[in-house]
């Protein structure tokens, strides 16, 4: 089948662009069985869908002419793409298939001025490509008009509804007129596709697309076995190693691919990045840069795994596994397009080995498994492309071969040669060296049969079990062959356990368990024990950047140092309590005043004053007899006893009436004197209770007439909050009850 039977102009465009046969999904749309019918497309990325929705709306646009009318008034089809990459590269692809038809082609994505979108859209188009936020935007303020449409595509659906535009997409097909022409476009079929494609269009016909070999033909599979810390040196080396006109690198976050481009660039590879952070101008820069060829590596994130098609992509790496099956297989469509080749590489670490193994077989994948690309391996690859690449299968100018003699005249054969090596290894990467885990890293299900069939077998025979144990690695002490300490600068205080400490020290060293003795954990900092075999490589190890360098590890030349144990003070003034003798404890600290001094300590001797343990020199009968025995908790330097003030009152001479002087005179009933200890509230100035209560002018005994109010009730203070609601007549218990002053009562008049 070819081309041909289309519209002329569209079969122009594609001769242009040497199309000479259909791909799958083209000749699937073009089939007299899918013609004016809505359609539901499952294809992979790659296989040319832009071209055959293209190709399978032209009727419906066109009708039976050749060209669109040179005056465009509204739209006539509406593209809706997920991103607006994907909605950019739609809008080229169709203005090439188009050029001979007149369309006038505007593209209305998110990032872009909506202003000059909205003149565009004014000045009229025959065909609108956009992405769904913006085109909401245009439909709400009324600057998109969809009266007279007569197709609506719906690209890359699945992810349309995974970045969570169901809502958007729902509002657009709603203002579309019923008549409209539904084509829906997805690489996989979900249960919210086939919904959304039962409820806005009508009688779909359903086309499911696959390459020769289940989709993946055009794609060689490889998983590389790398250590964890390994993962930006093994993308390196593939990249090295394939040496792809153009490569693609995925990461899972916005940070890992910028600390990945950082680290490519550096190395001298002429690298972009591609992530949700950059601006759209950033963005669309960086993608011409891959298409100009001036930038050959693009660090992305998984918003450019959707649709992107760039040339001469020949190498897809994921520095990251991807999150699930589908996003591997559009991750890995960036290359083997349109019919070329491509490698896609899982960089494969031991803990992500399941489920690496599990991602492949869900989407039927066969992935040859091996280890990253070797320096060595490297190295033979770049001198045979030296001999067999342009710089000696170009034929040579005149000025070439006279510089060639003037250097021979001059120089050695041996000289020129290894001066052209130089210069060409100069401009290359240099390859990094990577130690393989091992292939019993990550286990396979067949693995853990074999284990759990021997585990079963040690069960029932106790000799095979004991054996197998004794094969063990144990601790072994390093005391005959000699070791080295190292000190961690983190202890107990940062929660430091030995339990993650130990992996840690052997990724930073790159060593086993086995090469490790004695942990010791103390307040600040740890010591470690290393094997003297181990000892120099591991100190080599640790000169390398890690992601935990900010815990630092040192050697202990002189071996293990513990902890510095607390000192105690040189010299305690007397009245500390007796002398210490033992283990320094936790309050052993200088400047500390124990609890004792208070207590043990004598009166100092020599005229010094008033004592501050010195009891009162008299009492009166009323305060209390007074107290012997032991000093009392509150008996501390400075503290003025409340017995002073009233000594103090009577010794100084008249003076007024003293704070702690009872009343002349009492009468009966007002209480009997208190003999006994002071009351808590015998403070100076204090004027107790009894005072303002019994004492009155005359006989001293209160009554009535002398203290107003004296017979009157005293109000409760602990009333409760509802006290003055009046209460609820229960003859209407629904009755709201009044508040308020009462109202008064009318008197009877005559």
Avoid at 602 to 608: E, K, R
């Amino acid at each position: 089948m070819t081309f041909l039977p289309t519209i002329p102009p569209l079969a122009q465009a594609l001769t242009e662009r040497s199309y000479t046969e259909p791909t799958p999904v083209q000749a699937a749309v073009l089939a007299d069985a899918a013609i004016d019918r809505d359609l539901l497309v499952s294809a992979q990325t790659g296989s040319g869908k832009t071209v055959a929705y293209g190709l399978s709306i032209a009727r419906n646009l066109l009708g039976d002419t050749d060209r669109f009318e040179r005056n465009a008034s509204k739209p006539l089809a509406l593209i809706v793409a997920p991103t607006r990459e994907l909605g950019l590269q739609v809008q080229r692809e169709l203005a090439w298939l188009y050029q001979y038809t007149g369309a006038r082609i505007v593209s209305c994505v998110g990032g872009m001025d909506p202003r000059r979108e909205q003149r565009e859209l004014g000045s009229g188009a025959h065909i609108v490509v956009g992405t769904p936020g913006r085109l909401c935007d245009h439909l709400r303020r009324r600057h998109l008009d969809v009266s007279k449409l007569q197709a609506v595509v719906l690209d890359e659906a699945d992810e349309m509804l995974d970045l969570g535009f169901r809502e958007d997409l729902e509002f657009i097909l709603k203002e579309t007129p019923d008549t409209r022409r539904t084509v829906l476009f997805s690489a996989t079929l979900p249960r919210g596709i086939v919904a959304l494609a039962r409820q806005y269009q009508k009688d779909a016909f359903r086309i499911e697309v696959e390459g020769r070999e289940g989709g993946h033909a055009d794609i060689e599979y490889r998983a590389v076995r790398i250590a964890a810390r390994d993962a930006e040196h093994a993308a390196v080396n593939v990249l090295r190693y394939f040496e792809s006109p153009g490569a693609m690198v995925f990461c899972n976050t916005r940070n890992t691919v910028r600390h990945l481009q950082a680290a490519l660039l550096e190395r001298g590879f002429s690298v972009v990045a591609l992530s949700g952070e950059l601006t759209q101008n950033e963005r669309t820069h960086a993608l011409q840069a891959l298409r100009d060829g001036h930038a050959r590596v693009c660090v992305a994130t998984d918003v450019a795994a959707r649709g992107i098609d760039l040339p001469n992509i020949g190498l897809v790496i994921h520095a990251d596994l991807p999150n699930d099956p589908e996003t591997l297989q559009h991750r890995s469509g960036r290359t083997g397009r349109a019919g070329r080749k491509g490698v896609s590489v899982l960089l494969v670490p031991p803990a992500r080995r399941r489920r690496a193994e599990a991602m492949l077989a869900q989407t039927g994948i066969e992935a040859m498994w091996g280890t990253a690309p070797q320096a060595e391996e490297i190295r033979k690859l770049d001198h045979q492309r030296m001999l067999e690449g342009p710089l000696f299968t170009e034929e040579s100018s005149e000025d070439d071969l006279t510089l060639a003699r003037t250097m021979l005249a001059e120089r050695s054969p041996e000289e020129i040669a290894a001066a052209l090596a130089r210069l060409y290894r100069a401009r290359l990467p240099a390859p990094e060296d990577i130690a393989d885990p091992g292939p019993g890293s990550g286990r396979s299900r067949d693995d853990r049969g074999e284990r759990r069939e021997a585990r079963n077998a040690r069960g029932n025979d106790g000799q095979t079990g004991t054996e197998t144990r004794k094969t063990k690695p144990e601790f072994r002490p390093f005391a005959a062959e000699g070791s080295v300490w190292f000190r961690l600068s983190v202890g107990r205080r940062k929660n430091a356990e030995a339990r993650w400490l130990l992996p840690m020290i052997c990724r930073r060293g790159d060593i086993g368990k086995q090469d490790i003795g004695a942990i010791r954990i103390y307040g600040n900092h740890s010591e470690f024990e290393i094997s003297s075999e181990a000892a120099e490589r591991f100190s080599n190890n640790l000169k390398r950047p890690d992601q935990e360098e900010a815990i630092r590890i040192e050697a202990l030349p002189g071996g293990p140092q513990g902890e510095a144990p607390f000192e105690k003070p040189a010299d305690k003034p007397e009245g500390h309590g007796k002398a210490y003798k033992g283990k320094a404890r936790w309050n052993d600290k200088p400047g500390h005043k124990p609890r004792q001094k208070f207590h043990g300590e004598a009166p100092p001797a020599g005229p010094q004053g008033e004592s501050p343990f010195e009891k009162p020199a008299d009492k009166f009968a009323s305060h209390g007899k007074a107290r012997k025995g032991k000093a009392h908790w509150n008996d501390k330097p400075g503290h003025k006893p409340r017995q002073k003030f009233y000594d103090e009152a009577h010794a100084a001479g008249p003076h007024g009436e003293a704070s702690f002087e009872k009343p002349a005179d009492k009468t009966a009933g007002h209480g009997k004197a208190h003999k006994g200890k002071a009351y808590w509230n015998d403070k100076p100035r204090h004027k107790p209770r009894q005072k303002s209560h019994g004492e009155a002018a005359g006989d001293g005994v209160p009554t009535s007439a002398t203290m107003p109010g004296l017979d009157k009730k005293r109000p409760h203070k602990h009333k409760p909050a509802d006290a003055g609601r009046p209460r609820r007549d229960h003859a209407a218990p629904f009755a709201k009850p009044t508040f308020g002053k009462k109202p008064k009562k009318k008197k009877n008049r005559g």
